[in-house]
């Protein structure tokens, strides 16, 4: 099989994504289109030119570059219907990608934040556009809540303090994401032990930027249920103990961790040793727009790269299934167990 072929076996191949948040999943054909229809700005409005601003590549890999793409991002949405777009778009680009699992996590802050919507308002619309996408294409779609440690504390609170309102419906999890290296997490975990007493699943993104103490405080003084990433864990035998016993998955990203810099190459990453170590494991895209991946090219990378079968790859999906945060597991089972067994 060539690559081009592969690659086609990937994207008929279902997929389960635990780890993908919206605010990376806005393409540069997305954001131009857009831009054209209900305005904002850009630094550049047409594909190739803007391309250079939200995605990396190889050449210059770094944690900060990588979080400094955001930032485009971050003051564009002119409107309601904006949002609600690049909303229904990235559930239809994960469907087309025959993802048929999705937890899409993203933080309302983003969204809301310097264009002056009301956070509450922002959940409602991407709520109601996930909704219609994921019915629309086939697939289920699960959504997480993120917080910026890098939006602060305070911002953070009122968030959770909303969402653990909501009505049953709206999310299924707490994340924690942003610059690992310059704010600690620490001090929101009163917030995160709030979150699981309102019945939220916990998925930390620790281990990254940051060393495999990161993991250990996601599951000692978070609880984590699942890690974001994690994949420095395999620095220190005892944090690899400790997940393998209390069988906390890690959400793997194989691309994204070169883009940040925590590894060289994907040809050198960890995850088979992971793996072998007997940790639950899960192949994500974390930020497709950003690092211009998809689901389909990343098994790609798996396969031709770290040697990984298709057998291997099935078992894979199952895991991820059973440390899904959907909230009838029993359902979600009937629906796509079949798939990989
Ligand atoms: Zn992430």
Redesign the pocket.
Request: hydrophobic share 40%; with cysteine.
């Given at each position: 099989m060539d690559k081009k072929e592969l690659f086609e076996h990937m994207r008929a191949f279902p997929k389960v994504d635990l780890?993908r948040?919206l605010e990376g999943s806005i393409s540069a054909e997305t954001l131009v289109r857009i831009a054209s229809k209900y305005g904002g700005t850009l630094p550049a409005y047409t594909v190739e030119k803007l391309r250079p601003h939200i995605q990396m590549d190889s050449e210059s890999p770094g944690f900060s570059t990588f979080l400094q793409k955001f930032k485009v991002y971050r003051g564009f949405y002119p409107c309601r219907e904006a949002i609600e777009d690049v909303a229904y778009t990235a559930v239809m680009d994960a469907a087309l990608d025959n993802v048929r699992y999705l937890e899409l996590r993203y933080s309302p802050s983003h969204f809301a934040g310097l264009n002056k919507f009301k956070e509450c308002e922002v959940i409602e619309w991407i709520s109601a556009a996930v909704k219609e996408s994921a019915s629309d294409f086939n697939i289920i779609v699960v959504p997480i809540l993120t917080i910026s440690r890098d939006y602060g504390l305070e911002l953070a609170r009122n968030t959770v303090r909303y969402v653990s309102q909501l009505p049953h419906g709206y999310f299924y999890g707490l994340d924690i994401?942003g610059d690992e290296v310059v704010n600690s997490a620490k001090p929101f975990s009163d917030l995160f032990a709030v979150a699981k007493k309102a019945g939220l699943n916990l998925t930390i993104?620790a281990g990254e930027a940051c060393g495999p103490k990161n993991v250990l405080e996601a599951v000692i003084d978070f609880n984590a249920d699942r890690i974001?990433h994690g994949v420095r864990s395999i620095e220190d035998q005892e944090v690899i103990a400790l997940l393998r016993e209390r069988r906390i998955l890690l959400e793997l990203c194989l691309t994204s961790n070169v883009h940040t810099g925590v590894i060289a190459s994907v040809d050198v990453h960890p995850i088979r040793r992971i793996m072998d170590a007997g940790v639950p494991i899960s192949i994500n895209t974390?930020d497709p727009a950003i690092s211009a991946i998809t689901l389909s090219g990343e098994y790609v990378e798996a396969v031709t790269k770290l040697g990984f079968t298709e057998s291997e790859l099935k078992a894979i999906n199952l895991q991820a299934l059973e440390h899904a945060f959907h909230p009838d597991k029993e359902y979600l089972k009937r629906q796509l167990a079949h798939l990989w067994q």
């Amino acid at each position: 099989m060539d690559k081009k072929e592969l690659f086609e076996h990937m994207r008929a191949f279902p997929k389960v994504d635990l780890h993908r948040h919206l605010e990376g999943s806005i393409s540069a054909e997305t954001l131009v289109r857009i831009a054209s229809k209900y305005g904002g700005t850009l630094p550049a409005y047409t594909v190739e030119k803007l391309r250079p601003h939200i995605q990396m590549d190889s050449e210059s890999p770094g944690f900060s570059t990588f979080l400094q793409k955001f930032k485009v991002y971050r003051g564009f949405y002119p409107c309601r219907e904006a949002i609600e777009d690049v909303a229904y778009t990235a559930v239809m680009d994960a469907a087309l990608d025959n993802v048929r699992y999705l937890e899409l996590r993203y933080s309302p802050s983003h969204f809301a934040g310097l264009n002056k919507f009301k956070e509450c308002e922002v959940i409602e619309w991407i709520s109601a556009a996930v909704k219609e996408s994921a019915s629309d294409f086939n697939i289920i779609v699960v959504p997480i809540l993120t917080i910026s440690r890098d939006y602060g504390l305070e911002l953070a609170r009122n968030t959770v303090r909303y969402v653990s309102q909501l009505p049953h419906g709206y999310f299924y999890g707490l994340d924690i994401a942003g610059d690992e290296v310059v704010n600690s997490a620490k001090p929101f975990s009163d917030l995160f032990a709030v979150a699981k007493k309102a019945g939220l699943n916990l998925t930390i993104h620790a281990g990254e930027a940051c060393g495999p103490k990161n993991v250990l405080e996601a599951v000692i003084d978070f609880n984590a249920d699942r890690i974001g990433h994690g994949v420095r864990s395999i620095e220190d035998q005892e944090v690899i103990a400790l997940l393998r016993e209390r069988r906390i998955l890690l959400e793997l990203c194989l691309t994204s961790n070169v883009h940040t810099g925590v590894i060289a190459s994907v040809d050198v990453h960890p995850i088979r040793r992971i793996m072998d170590a007997g940790v639950p494991i899960s192949i994500n895209t974390d930020d497709p727009a950003i690092s211009a991946i998809t689901l389909s090219g990343e098994y790609v990378e798996a396969v031709t790269k770290l040697g990984f079968t298709e057998s291997e790859l099935k078992a894979i999906n199952l895991q991820a299934l059973e440390h899904a945060f959907h909230p009838d597991k029993e359902y979600l089972k009937r629906q796509l167990a079949h798939l990989w067994q």
